[in-house]
T-cell receptor, first 115, second 112 residues
Framework: DQQVKQNSPSLSVQEGRISILNCDYT??????FLWYKKYPAEGPTFLIS?????DKNEDGRFTVFLNKSAKHLSLHIVPSQPGDSAVYFC??????????????FGKGTLLTVNP | GAGVSQTPSNKVTEKGKYVELRCDPI?????LYWYRQSLGQGPEFLIY????????DSGLPNDRFFAVRPEGSVSTLKIQRTERGDSAVYLC??????????FGPGTRLTVL
């Protein structure tokens, strides 16, 4: 049973336009959400995060929105650049006890930004 | 500063053999996590260390998998009697501040 779902395996956008990547979760105990970016043959790289007490967090071209009632979050990239082409993973963590912040990941969305 | 490093980057072994995968975390990070990423999937949690102790090993699939971190820094993931289904990329991450985990490049394990 997947607790974090990314229903779009791939997304293609034009350079300069907005990219919107979506993520849904089922576990109401999750209280922190993260987006990671992954290039081939590299490990995931932390991009941006949001606590469940917020509904928006912005960092440069990247903004994450959280809708707790819908158990949905999205990552907006604007403007999109060809270098943003990568696999994007949505991840969540909850209160696993103490300092254990083990992450539950979605399957990822392959973003392709066309020049 | 150096990030998380993992060795080897690739490991090919035969079914039934024993393998060890090594992780060097970011200096000073007390939290260390192992994940496994199978083809077409996101990383899946295996085990979490806080210091030297395995505080949560609930993600280890069975007793063929074991991990240690004897001095609270380097960690080794050990897999006995490997099976073809163990083929995956094994990722290590270390944690500093709240919730942010920094991943290594992974070890791609192929069991023939």
């Amino acid at each position: 049973d997947q607790q974090v779902k990314q229903n779009s395996p791939s997304l293609s956008v034009q350079e300069g336009r907005i990219s919107i990547l979506n993520c849904d979760y089922t576990n109401s105990m999750f209280d922190y959400f993260l987006w990671y970016k992954k290039y081939p043959a590299e490990g995931p790289t932390f991009l941006i995060s949001i606590s469940s007490i917020k509904d928006k967090n912005e960092d440069g071209r990247f903004t994450v929105f959280l809708n707790k009632s819908a158990k949905h979050l999205s990552l907006h990239i604007v403007p999109s650049q060809p270098g943003d082409s990568a696999v994007y993973f949505c991840a969540a963590s909850g209160n696993s006890g103490g300092s254990n912040y083990k992450l539950t990941f979605g399957k990822g969305t392959l973003l392709t930004v066309n020049p | 500063g150096a990030g998380v490093s993992q060795t080897p980057s690739n490991k090919v072994t035969e079914k039934g053999k024993y393998v060890e995968l090594r992780c060097d975390p970011i200096s000073g990070h007390t939290a260390l996590y192992w994940y496994r990423q199978s083809l077409g999937q996101g990383p899946e949690f295996l085990i979490y260390f806080q210091g030297t102790g395995a505080a949560d090993d609930s993600g280890l699939p069975n007793d063929r998998f074991f991990a240690v971190r004897p001095e609270g820094s380097v960690s080794t993931l050990k897999i006995q009697r490997t099976e073809r289904g163990d083929s995956a990329v094994y990722l290590c991450a270390s944690g500093g501040s709240y919730n942010e985990q920094f991943f290594g490049p992974g070890t791609r394990l192929t069991v023939l």
